[in-house]
């Protein structure tokens, strides 16, 4: 989305905030995320308004700049990046009005521009980048009679993948967004990312398979799927979700790819307990997203088992369902490989 000669990259609308003024920054349209959810079960619809992975980027010629962000509900935190280095990171605090003064790295403009000059992101491209606490709103920037102009595409990853899934997706329990397995494959792969995981409420919802079938702008989507659907739906009901899922999306999409991913490695596949439900849910859910992906048949439709991306258990944290850093930084070796072989095959 351009606005104001800027790029809102992962965003659909911007929506005025009554009373505060500014725009939020939204993942999905209004009429998807208001219809999300099963049975009394509606945290998506909150879920789907955190501004997890979404992007403020613009080039400018100022030597420093004003940008005015807010968090909503709860603290947030921004990080800044010039093309692919870091410059900086902010705590917003919920309901306030936080104006950051930046400045053009002043080390830039002693090196070689050949090595400032990265295989995804323009040196000369600002990058607002916010995570999974809360919800952010825009309301100025300032760039004190420069110009803003939004990334040209050669400023910017020239492929573009869409990920959904649950929390684990959404960035689980990192630290920082940018250390999430979906940003950290992405930056290994050099591609763009659009992140519509949704925490705890990845319900395979037919909403969201039309969604994702008519969203104009990946070239490969993942889907991971299966952990949030435990305990909640049947087999015969999980069975009917992830087929339409995946038949709509490849039916839209014939010619670009699409990869199912099992549910990743956690406490439940090693429950004491015999009879312990989420250990067969898993089991089942796994085989019948592979199956399913089997019984469509198409070519550009791949499986993945949770257990070749997060390959160590050790790398879950404490809850034994959500990757710590250290596990999101495995699974991003691993999935950027996956995945660089599946599109490699295809090209």
Known sequence: MIFNNMEFHNVEELEV??????????????????????KDHERGRFYAQKSVGCEIRFVTAAKFIWISLS???????????????????????????TTLHLEEPPH????????????????QVWRFQFGKECNIVFHHLDTFGHDVNPPHENEKPSRRWLAYGSSITFGGDTCTYNNAYVQQTANRMKVDVYNKGIAGSCFCEKQIAHYISSHSQWDFVTLELGINMRGRFTVEEYENRVRYLLQT???????KPVVAIGIY?????????????????NQ?????SKRVGADIGHKNLHFVY???VLTDFSGL?????HPSDYGHSIMAENLSKILQQILEREA
């Open 17 to 38: 905030v009554p009373g505060l003024g500014g725009y939020k920054l939204q993942r999905f349209p209004s009429q998807l995320r208001h219809s999300l959810g099963h």
């Open 284 to 288: 089942d859910f796994i085989e019948i």
């Open 306 to 308: 949770g257990d070749k």
């Open 249 to 255: 999306i490849v039916e839209e999409n014939p010619d």
């Open 317 to 321: 944290s404490t809850d034994l369902v």
């Open 71 to 97: 968090a909503l509900e709860q603290d947030g935190r921004v990080l800044v990046y010039k093309g692919e280095f870091l410059h900086s990171t902010h705590l917003l605090k919920a309901g306030v009005i």
């Open 265 to 281: 490695p956690n406490g439940a596949d090693y429950s004491l307990q015999i009879d312990d439900p989420m250990t067969k849910a």
């Open 108 to 123: 830039f403009n002693n090196i070689d521009p050949e090595y400032l000059q990265g295989d995804s992101f323009s040196p």
